[in-house]
Nanobody, 125 residues
Framework: QVQLVESGGGLVQAGDSLRLSCEASGRTFSSYGMGWFRQAPGKEREFVATINWSGKITADADSVKGRFTISRDNAKNMVYLQMNSLKPEDTAVYYC??????????????????WGQGTQVTVSS
């Protein structure tokens, strides 16, 4: 069982940066693949990025390529999403998520086992 708690969201202006953090509980954190998704009002949950257990970024969405970077620190049970050059269309609730080691990499919500409560990111123009 893994519990995930996100932090770092807020209200920023277009062009600003934010770093989201996700703290995970559990002694087996290092064995989980981790990811970030986002969901804007009235839209489906959207894949942002994923990272495997060893820290290799295995996928990120075209809409955030070159602007967002996912990373992890297994010693601290933390996952991060560095977001640069933010745009109003990045406004959403951002969710941290984890998948068990045995599961393949996925860009779909159904590919993950555990979810945080989400943190709101609002980008004004």
């Amino acid at each position: 069982q893994v519990q995930l708690v996100e932090s770092g969201g807020g209200l920023v202006q277009a062009g600003d940066s934010l770093r989201l953090s996700c703290e995970a509980s559990g002694r087996t954190f290092s064995s989980y693949g981790m990811g970030w998704f986002r969901q804007a009002p009235g839209k489906e949950r959207e894949f942002v990025a994923t990272i495997n257990w060893s820290g290799k970024i295995t996928a990120d969405a075209d809409s955030v390529k070159g602007r967002f970077t996912i990373s992890r620190d297994n010693a601290k049970n933390m996952v991060y999403l560095q977001m640069n050059s933010l745009k109003p269309e990045d406004t959403a609730v951002y969710y941290c998520t984890a998948r068990r080691f045995s599961r393949a990499e996925s860009t779909w919500p159904s590919g993950y086992d555990y979810w945080g409560q989400g943190t709101q990111v609002t980008v004004s123009s």
